[in-house]
């Protein structure tokens, strides 16, 4: 691997270390300045609690977990709050129970979700919040619960303080959620760069910013599904179907990236499962909006289409790693063996066991997931470096005399094809063919050493009087060219400039150095284009002119 791809790869996983290293340390430190100041800030309340049993009195310890009996309701009562407590904000999760706050006979809190029905495995993370009133001394708070049929039922923590003090209390509940959404997000930016950075390069990979769409979308699921985010908009519908969108369009980039590796592109059914993901949204929306069913009701049709459409791309990437057996294809299969994993892991939680905190698992294999794809994209993006680096540098030395680093004939060829193709899109164009006077005496009396020693100084010489109008060339042993276009200099100019230059040379050098040269233009003093070979023999003409009146003169 060449030096410059492996600083690349370098450089792009550096970026993605750095960047989740620098997330957690903000999280840290957002989440250290987030804990309660003192005690006073928020408290638990977990004594003073009493529910009314055949006409007793029976005291209960939160939280606490009682089998269901044959009544439909659980009222739990405490006496023990205080002037202090007036203005505070109490908050407990009893979505599950449909939980209603009475403070005295005055009702402060009932919890609903007929704006936007929600199952019960969404009721058990909602957290219920009830701003207390201005007079709280001297009345009973009541906690209503409804309770579930033949079941046990938990009761949870209740907590009171002061809003900010709850508002952190959330934040610290959903301090790994958070967390996590955190580094979704930076890694998603770091994707975003590498794209924009992998596209200047010439080597572009829509799979950068199909990884950074995925990771976004996964952020605003994450964030969308929380706690906290039910807490801020006040269970707000919106928040709930932004999340529910965001979740049944989560495959859409992942089927893009699918489609982006390797030939994967010409399995049509990846079209099909994009379609379908696209229409599932759609459909659900509409019937939704119509009244005819309520999101949470088909969202096993979204699980199904994860399922199959999960079990497709696995199929597929394993039917393509046979036949290829490409290395890009097996981290792929590994990432995608990695997410499906934790998708059906979470599912098993969420229907079978009922576990609230299945999106965890989720979350997890997701960051895991994108890790391993990106880690193979800046490796595949690696070799493509290394690839192009190295056809660069070929290509350089295809086109370089390696003696004086000037552009060799076969550029030199090029360049006059280039130029014939183009040659109506310039005013006028100046062939200057040069050659060295005496090579072949130093060669014989002084060595080729002494010869090469003279025609790297004729090409410096020569680079420093042209390459600032245009190319410079060696084309044979002794000869030299330069083509110029638009040249804003005359023949006389260029003479001076180079004879200036052989000048400076001849005074630290120990072999004296001569060129002959001879100079044409592309068109003739009446605008007329000439041919290419004309043009040559005109400039070649015109150089061994200018030696043989040089040989002359030295006689």
């Known amino acids: 691997m060449t030096e410059t791809a492996v600083s690349g790869k370098r450089a792009a996983e550096w970026m993605m270390i750095l960047g989740v290293i620098l997330s957690m340390f903000l999280i840290l430190g957002i989440f250290a300045g987030t804990a309660p100041q003192s005690k006073e800030d928020l408290r638990e309340l977990s004594d003073g609690w009493y ?34 407590d007036a203005g505070m904000t109490l908050t407990t999760r009893g979505a599950l129970y449909r939980l209603r706050v009475l403070l005295g006979d005055e009702p402060l809190y009932e919890y609903r979700d007929d704006l936007f029905p929600r199952n019960e495995q969404m009721r058990t993370k909602l957290d219920c919040t009830v701003n207390l009133p201005g007079e709280t001394a001297g009345k009973a708070l009541a906690l209503i619960y409804e309770i579930p049929d033949s079941r046990e039922y938990q009761i949870p923590r209740v907590y009171i303080g002061t809003g900010s003090a709850v508002f952190r209390h959330y934040c610290l509940a959903d301090a790994f959620t958070l967390a996590i959404v955190f580094v979704m997000l930076v890694m998603s930016l770091i994707a975003v760069w590498i794209s924009l950075y992998s596209a200047r390069s010439g080597m572009r990979d829509r799979r950068f910013a199909d990884a950074a769409c995925f990771l976004l979308l996964c952020g605003a699921w994450c964030t969308l599904d929380s706690s906290l985010a039910q807490y801020l908009s006040n269970m707000s519908p919106v928040v709930c179907y932004l999340s529910f969108y965001a979740f049944m369009t989560l495959p859409i980039p992942i089927l893009h990236f699918v489609q982006n590796t390797g030939e994967m592109a010409r399995y049509r059914i990846l079209d099909l499962c994009i379609l379908l993901f696209y229409l599932n949204a759609a459909l659900q929306g509409l019937l939704c909006r119509l009244g005819f069913f309520e999101l949470i009701e088909t969202l096993f049709v979204t699980h199904i289409l994860l399922a199959v459409g999960a079990s497709v791309l696995c199929g597929l990437i394993i039917r393509e790693y046979l036949q290829k057996r490409t290395r890009e294809l097996l981290v792929v299969l590994v990432a995608f063996a990695t997410l499906s994993l934790s998708g059906v892991l979470a599912l098993l939680l969420y229907w079978l066991l009922g576990i609230p905190y299945y999106g965890l698992i989720f979350e997890c294999g997701i960051l895991v997931f994108i890790v391993i794809l990106l880690n193979g994209l800046i490796a595949t993006m690696a070799g493509t470096l290394r690839f192009k680096t190295e056809a660069l540098v070929y290509q350089r030395l295809s086109h370089e005399d390696r003696l004086t680093g000037l552009r060799n004939r076969r550029a030199f060829e090029q360049s006059l094809e280039t130029l014939e193709r183009e040659a109506g899109s310039w005013e006028n164009v100046a062939l200057v063919f040069m050659d060295l006077n005496g090579l072949k005496y130093i060669n014989d009396h002084f ?36 083509i110029l276009p638009d040249p804003v200099l005359g023949e006389e100019e260029w003479n001076a ?12 050098s120990r072999f004296k150095l001569s060129i002959a040269r001879g100079a044409s233009r592309l068109r003739d003093a009446a605008g007329v284009l000439k041919t290419v070979s004309d043009w040559k023999f005109e400039a070649d003409q015109m150089m061994y002119q200018d030696k043989e009146s040089r040989k002359m003169r030295e006689k």
Not at 59 to 80: F, G, H, I, Q
């Open 51 to 84: 529910l009314m049993q055949d006409g007793a009195r029976v005291e209960v310890t939160l939280p606490t977990v009682r089998k269901a009996d044959t009544k439909t309701m659980l009222t739990l009562y405490n006496d023990s709050l205080t002037a202090a």
């Open 447 to 482: 060595g080729h050493s002494a010869g090469d020693e003279l025609i790297i100084g004729a090409a410096r010489c020569i680079e420093r009087a042209f390459s600032g109008y245009g190319e410079c060339y060696r084309i044979g042993g002794d000869e030299f060219c330069a």
């Open 497 to 508: 400039l180079l004879d200036e230059e052989i000048q400076r040379h001849n005074q630290s």
